[in-house]
């Protein structure tokens, strides 16, 4: 149905002020004060004291559960409907991880449609950690062409659980995506996994010297894992590339926000930066002598939590904590119109306290929260 938001304060993710929105379908219809409108069956949010946002775009999740390196036991359960809506998340790029046995693409194929016929946005990269890929068609390049929400192929590089492919490997399948991209109207990604060897960064440093394009085709995610990553990726971001930090899971040497605010200190630009939570990978527990005891579910409000630290502990302006999970990501995976707040942008947005808790969450401009309470649920959720 029709929606009317009045008065929210809004950060599209630059800020706007206090502001109306007015949503019909699935798309913003206007963005502006004293909006009105008669429209059948229209709604009116009355937002007063709340701050408007894009809905949180999530680049890299393990929406069908990871784990397993440990045995079956190890696997972690999918991620449910409710978790997405709590933490403001409107927005997924699906993965797999390190099982590349008993998780499979079409396992990850029918929960994004599972996602997105609940009312999120949700899309998927196609392979996992390993080389040759694996496909759900023949090729890489069919996948892109033929499955809409394919943007590209998922790899390990660097890791002890990958494959070691060489740089002419890569360059191959780089190529590949490039020309399936260009035919499907994407960009073309190569979502890759850092591992803790420095070794992929001299494989993105050669490429380049034979004259690819790299750097608009490939998103390291985890760069923040070690010092050494550290360096190496700011290095990449500071001549144009783009870099991922991760703000939940065992994939990070210190909190997101940190490495952010260190990144920028770096030079880094900011548009340069997007933040991904790992969610539903298997995060390993310690006891106070640093002995495993066990395994959690790493947490879907990782960006929103340090959002709230850039924010709060760190100082960064609010509209540039937000661009990191809503307007980067979505510019980075070539998804125009998503990730901001615009006429004829698409019409997910979340209404946040001003202590940036969701009190509405809006996909596809329907109402999933309202007043801090999940109106829509998964159909085997309680």
């Known amino acids: 149905m029709p929606l009317l938001i ?45 701050i408007a946002t894009p809905g949180l775009f999530d680049l890299h999740m393990h929406v069908i559960g990871g784990g397993g390196v440990n045995g079956a036991a190890t696997r972690v359960p999918a991620a449910e409907l409710s978790e997405l809506i709590a933490a403001g998340t409107t927005h997924v790029a699906g993965v797999l991880g390190t099982d590349v046995i008993s998780r ?10 599972a996602l997105n016929a609940c009312g999120l946005n949700a899309w998927m990269y196609t392979s996992n950690y390993r080389y040759p890929p694996s496909t759900l068609t023949k090729t890489v390049m069919d996948d892109l062409i033929c499955i809409p929400e394919c943007l590209g192929v998922k790899i390990a590089l660097g890791d002890l659980f990958g ?54 085709h490939v998103l390291p995610t985890h760069c923040g894992r070690s010092p050494q990553i550290f360096e190496r990726a700011c290095a990449f971001a500071r001549a144009g590339g783009m870099i991922d930090f991760t703000t939940g899971g065992g994939c990070a040497c210190e909190p997101a926000s940190v490495s952010v605010m260190r990144a920028l200190d770096a030079g880094v630009p900011l548009a340069q930066i997007t933040l991904s939570t790992d969610a539903h990978g298997a995060k390993p527990r310690f006891d106070e002598n640093g002995r495993m005891t066990g395994y959690a579910v790493i947490d879907v409000a990782g960006n929103l939590q340090q959002v709230k630290a850039l924010v709060g502990e760190h100082g960064l302006a609010l509209q540039s904590a937000l661009a990191l999970v809503t307007e980067n990501p979505a510019r980075h ?7 901001i707040i615009c006429p004829n942008a698409a019409a997910s947005v979340c209404l946040m306290s001003e202590d940036l808790d969701p009190k509405y969450v809006i996909s596809r401009g329907q109402v999933l929260m309202r007043n801090g309470d999940i109106i829509v649920k998964g159909l085997y959720e309680k």
């Open 6 to 50: 009045k008065n929210a304060h809004v950060y599209a993710p630059c800020p706007l002020g206090a502001v109306d929105i007015l949503i019909a379908a699935d798309r913003i219809l206007a963005v502006g004060k004293n909006l009105t409108a008669v429209l059948p069956e229209m709604e009116t949010i009355d937002a007063t004291g709340l």
């Open 104 to 113: 499979t693409l079409p396992d990850l194929l029918a929960k994004i449609h």
């Open 163 to 216: 494959s070691f492919p060489t740089m002419q490997n890569i360059l191959s399948l780089l190529a590949d995506i490039r020309l399936a991209g260009t035919l499907a109207g994407k960009i073309g990604l190569l979502h890759v996994h850092l591992g803790d060897l420095l070794s992929t960064f001299d494989i993105f440093d050669e490429i380049e010297r034979q004259g690819f394009p790299l750097k608009k």
């Open 333 to 339: 995976l070539g998804l125009a119109g998503h990730g």
